[in-house]
């Protein structure tokens, strides 16, 4: 009879299992199927206002100026073995000095990191790298070379190509993302964690499911989940739907005194306009309901989270939930007049609460 039951108790949490999983599959296709069925109707609505202008791009040969200014560092490649990738990176501050990585999100690349390649250079060597298919870098034409695991082996590789043993390492957005699964992977390589606007992805994961209002605001990780019809709509009134993510009233970068230049919209147009530019970046997306939930959780690395309150696309609530998380010293600020693009946004104070949270832990170090 104890057998039975036992049996029966297996039998259970194993079809619990299965109408977990089958619900969250469901829930994915099922808003795939409605983010793209929006996507369209606003694509329709947007080609039939201007029907003329609505396929005309801007052919965009060379690079504005902004992207080789000598203040921001020295333009880098490096070769992975491994992979056989090429991935670019910008570099300032000596070699020798502690490393600080810095890893960027959607749709960005290393230029949103200028501010602190000019402002940590003078105790580290710090480097902005272009993702796996963002940039210069080398971009695989499969979606399922973008795996989390090879996201995270590329840095960690990347790490040990540059004669680096360990880091300091800051991700924003979908960097962020990356960011904690390095800390969670390989937690020897990471002496200190920056995250900017990206929960432990636990957090994210769970956060996402029970919160229709989140569910909606991260429409685009379900949409992006469609083939080429992301990368079409992305490109359509000369990138209109890019240029809005970064500089409309609701979702852009939200100080007018560090609002983007020309220039500054010009030289993400440029990178995003080179053909197949977006595929890469939206392959990131393609495999990530393939990677999740996640099998190991806890974050042994002091980390300091900096979170935007006006963000468009995460809920703040999920900022201090992340606490639950990390089994080291944790500490988190909300920036109440910041939005998405805190680092871009107010540059300044960002730095200030970095360079605090680097000088604090190392004191509490020699303690």
């Given at each position: ?53 609505a396929?005309?791009?801007k ?7 902004c ?97 680096y ?78 240029k ?51 099998k ?16 468009e ?16 010293h ?20 960002v ?17």
């Amino acid at each position: 009879m104890a057998q039975l039951f036992d049996d029966l108790q297996l039998i259970l949490s194993r079809l619990v299992v299965k109408i977990r999983a089958f619900g969250f599959w469901a829930l994915v296709y099922s808003y795939c199927g409605i983010c793209a069925s929006v996507a369209v109707l606003k694509l329709l609505w947007s080609i039939g206002r201007r029907p003329t202008q609505a396929f005309q791009c801007k052919i965009r040969e060379h690079p504005p100026a902004c992207l080789n200014d000598p203040s921001l560092g020295t333009h880098c490649y490096v070769k992975i073995k491994d992979s056989g990738l090429r991935f670019h990176y910008v570099a300032s501050g000596e070699r020798g000095k502690p490393l600080m990585l810095l890893l960027h999100g959607f749709p960005e690349f290393w230029y949103s990191w200028r501010h602190q390649l000019r402002e940590f250079k003078s105790e580290y060597r710090v480097v902005a790298l272009d993702l796996r298919g963002y940039g210069e870098t080398d971009a695989p034409s499969h979606w399922e070379n973008y795996s989390l695991d090879s996201l995270i082996l590329d840095i960690k590789d990347i790490l040990d190509t540059l004669g680096y043993s360990k880091c300091i390492l800051t991700g924003h957005d979908w960097g962020g993302m990356i960011s904690w699964l390095i800390a969670i992977c390989y937690p020897e390589i990471v002496t200190k964690l920056i995250i900017l606007n990206f929960p432990h992805p636990t957090v994210f994961t769970e956060y996402v499911l029970q919160h229709p209002s989140q569910l909606i605001k991260s429409a685009h990780y379900f949409f992006f989940q469609m083939s080429w019809l992301p990368e079409f709509m992305l490109t359509v009134h000369d990138f209109k739907f890019l240029k809005n993510l970064l500089i409309s009233h609701a979702s852009g970068i939200g100080r007018n005194d560090c609002r983007l230049t020309e220039e500054d919209i010009e030289a993400y147009l440029y990178i995003f306009s080179q053909p197949g530019a977006l595929t890469g970046p939206i392959n990131h997306y393609r495999n990530l309901f393939s990677c999740l939930p996640l099998k190991r959780h806890e974050v042994t690395t002091p980390t300091l989270l900096l979170w935007g309150e006006k963000d468009e696309f995460m809920e703040v609530e999920m900022a201090e939930i992340t606490r639950i998380y990390v089994k080291s010293h944790f500490r988190l600020t909300i920036l109440s007049t910041a939005s998405h693009w805190l680092q871009q946004d107010q540059p300044d104070i960002v730095n200030k609460l970095i360079w605090t949270f680097l000088k604090d832990e190392g004191q509490r170090k020699r303690e």
